[in-house]
């Protein structure tokens, strides 16, 4: 049973900085290309950054190109995502996604706001 489960949200102030964590179950992680999306209230859900299975390649959303980086640990099955110079339309349930199902995680919250 593939399962991802997302932490590391919260409320930040703008400018601040938040790591988000992405832990798999359930499949060969090391495997497959992993990925961060993003959905605000009333907006579509949107990729913010993905990167390949052994790590080789990266690539972001223009809107967040310079401040977010994603990166893996192969031997935790673990994707992580750190978020710096934060903005308020950051704001967003992020989401990881991946596997050989492209399943997804139940997401977590963050919140940019003074």
């Known amino acids: 049973q593939v399962q991802l489960v997302e932490s590391g949200g919260g409320l930040v102030q703008p400018g601040g900085s938040l790591r988000l964590s992405c832990a798999a179950s359930?499949?060969?992680?090391?495997?497959?290309?992993m990925s961060w999306h993003r959905q605000a209230p009333g907006k579509e859900r949107e990729l913010v950054a993905s990167?390949?299975?052994?790590?080789?390649?990266?690539n972001y959303a223009d809107r967040v190109l310079g401040r977010f980086t994603i990166s893996r640990d192969n031997a935790k099955s673990t994707v992580y995502l750190q978020m710096n110079s934060l903005k308020p339309e950051d704001t967003a349930a992020y989401y990881c996604?991946?596997?050989?199902?492209?399943?997804w995680g139940q997401g977590t919250q963050v919140t940019v706001s003074s």
């Open positions: 990167i390949t299975r052994n790590s080789g390649i990266t």
């Open positions: 996604k991946g596997g050989p199902w492209g399943s």
């Open positions: 359930g499949f060969s992680f090391s495997s497959y290309s």
